[in-house]
Nanobody
């Protein structure tokens, strides 16, 4: 049974940082493309960042480029999202997701498995 578990969310002041983790069981993360999405209240789920399984290509939403970094620790079967210079508009529930293709697509429907989400709140 595949399970993705996010952690690392919390309350932080604007300009602060957080590192989110997504640990998998039932699958080997290094064999799949992984991504982070987020969803704010009243808004659609949006793509934040992705990491392809082959070549380690990364992709970022324009709104987080230069501030967020996605990475993977194969030994821990965990994907991370390092978030710096956080802004109030980054407030959302953050989800990790897995897909079988080799491209981090921004469409949620392209992903097979999802975590339960972790809340990130950035105060001004």
């Amino acid at each position: 049974q595949v399970q993705l578990v996010e952690s690392g969310g919390g309350l932080v002041q604007a300009g602060g940082s957080l590192r989110l983790s997504c640990t998998a069981s039932g699958l080997t993360l290094s064999s799949y493309t992984m991504a982070w999405f987020r969803q704010a209240p009243g808004k659609e789920r949006e793509f934040v960042s992705g990491l392809s399984w082959s070549g380690g290509r990364t992709a970022y939403a324009d709104s987080v480029k230069g501030r967020f970094t996605i990475s993977r620790d194969n030994a821990k079967n965990t994907v991370y999202l390092q978030m710096l210079s956080l802004k109030p508009e980054d407030t959302a529930v953050y989800y990790c997701a897995q897909r079988g293709g080799n491209t981090a697509i921004a469409t949620p429907a392209a992903y097979n498995y999802w975590g339960q989400g972790t809340q990130v709140t950035v105060s001004s």
